[in-house]
């Protein structure tokens, strides 16, 4: 089973910041959290991870909450080539390194 | 960096005959290769782990004399699927990390369609 759950859809307007929330309230100390999107008929891309601290790339933000049991990728100017499938994951056990995939956020940039 | 690629990237087989997927990472060396299936509009529901020079790990319920998996060098896996049937139809995707790196990089998928 998934260690994460995530909203099965959102809509998101072109050029505004598009949240992505994930929760993941079993996760373990030292488990990073992954961020991947999934563009229809393509392998799944990756675009973040993070463990304990926010984290910032080309792509996206990573919040991730005191706990660790939550975390927002955030987007801050979507684009309509945003339009996707993303998938958060957590390891499904230490020393596996093998990704549980979960239902994703079915990502929809309107114009 | 951290490329990897997938051939064929479609195939159609008739019923009974044997498949061949080829994983290629192309500029680093893989020490662990995945292999994934995905229905449509489903999630991707991972196969097996390959680490080069072993023998593969299969998940539950996956049978791994029907989906034979080969990791004989760090930069290429092999997925067969044999006997094909069309219920054996789907996408198959195939990740790669190195050593001491968890994040997996995925080759862009190849759909097999039985006949």
């Known amino acids: 089973d998934a260690k994460t759950t995530q909203p099965t859809s959102m809509d998101c307007a072109e050029g505004r910041a598009a949240n992505l929330p994930c929760n993941h309230s079993?996760?373990?100390?030292?488990?990073?959290v992954y961020w991947y999107r999934q563009i229809h008929s393509q392998g799944p891309q990756y675009i973040i991870h993070g463990l304990k601290n926010n984290e910032t790339n080309e792509m996206a933000s990573l919040i991730i909450t005191e706990d660790r049991k939550s975390s927002t990728l955030i987007l801050p100017h979507a684009t309509l080539r945003d339009t996707a499938v993303y998938y958060c994951i957590v390891l499904a056990g230490s020393g596996t390194y093998k990704y549980i995939f979960g239902t994703g956020t079915r990502l929809k940039v309107l114009a | 960096g951290a490329v990897v690629s997938q051939h064929p990237s479609w195939v159609i087989c008739k019923s009974g005959t044997s498949v061949k997927i080829e994983c290629r990472s192309l500029d680093f060396q893989a020490t662990t290769m995945f292999w994934y299936r995905q229905f449509p509009k489903q999630s991707l529901m991972l196969m097996a782990t390959s680490n080069e020079g072993s023998k593969a790990t299969y998940e539950q319920g996956v049978e791994k004399d029907k989906f034979l998996i080969n990791h004989a060098s760090l930069t290429l896996s092999t997925l067969t699927v044999t006997s094909a049937h069309p219920e054996d139809s789907s996408f198959y995707i195939c990740s790669a990390r190195w050593d001491g790196q968890e994040t997996q990089y995925f080759g862009p998928g190849t759909r097999l369609l039985v006949l």
């Open positions: 079993t996760i373990s100390g030292n488990e990073y």
